[in-house]
Every structure is written in structure tokens, then in C-alpha cells.
């Protein structure tokens, strides 16, 4: 079956960086676009970022770029997100998952009902 395994969250300080890794299984993942998502305490889970199954395109919330970069490697299974100039407001669980229809990317990347398989997600912290 089909799993999404996060890894990378932690505590940083404002300005610092973290890398989130997202280990896939279980499907051909060069096959389809990916996304990561975040939820923070009391507020609706939102999109972050996606990138095309080649990995040629790819789209940023406006309040993560400049300072975030998605990025694949299909031969590994796994889809990143480096996390630069961290901000207190960043602070959320993080979650990857996988876009369903195989060879679509969507420019602002979709609603997440398009989206499955998704993992148990990772924690970043982002003290002041």
C-alpha cells in the first residue's frame, strides 16, 4: 500500500532553517506531483507548496517564498522542503501528500481533496 513517511520538524529559533524530507512507498512516484501542507493549533490546514512529478514545476503560498524551496529526487522516493529565514508564524504540523491523478500538476496546486495518502505529518517549531 501506499505510504508517506515526514521526517526534519523540530524547534528553531526565528531565522533559523529546517529541512523536511518526505519518504514515499508503495506507488511510482515519478508519477505524480506532490505537495506539502501545514496545520497550525486552531487554524484550517493549508496548502505550502507543490511540485510537478519531473519536478520542472512548482508553485509557493506567497507567505513562504523567497524563503522556502520544494524540491524531489525521484530516484530516492523523496520530496523535500528547505525551510530558510524561519518565522514564528511558520510554526505548524507539516504534511506531505501525494496529488491523485497520475501526470497532473495544478498551478496553485488544487484543493487539497485532490490530494491523498497522507502522512502523520511532522512538527516544526519556531520560538521568538
Known amino acids: 500500500q501506499v505510504q508517506v513517511v515526514e521526517s526534519g520538524g523540530g524547534l528553531v529559533q526565528a531565522g533559523g532553517s529546517l529541512r523536511l524530507s518526505c519518504a514515499a512507498s508503495?506507488?511510482?512516484?515519478?508519477?505524480?506531483?506532490m505537495g506539502w501542507f501545514r496545520q497550525a493549533p486552531g487554524k484550517e490546514r493549508e496548502g505550502v507548496s507543490c511540485i510537478s512529478w519531473s519536478g520542472d514545476k512548482t508553485y509557493y503560498t506567497d507567505s513562504v517564498k523567497g524563503r522556502f524551496t520544494i524540491s524531489r529526487d525521484n530516484a530516492k522516493n523523496t520530496l523535500y522542503l528547505q525551510m530558510n529565514s524561519l518565522k514564528p508564524e511558520d510554526t505548524a504540523m507539516y504534511y506531505c501528500a501525494v496529488l491523485k491523478s497520475k501526470g497532473t500538476f495544478y498551478h496553485n496546486c488544487g484543493p487539497m481533496a485532490l490530494y491523498d495518502y497522507w502522512g502523520q505529518g511532522t512538527q516544526v517549531t519556531v520560538s521568538s
Open positions: 508503495g506507488l511510482t512516484f515519478d508519477d505524480y506531483s
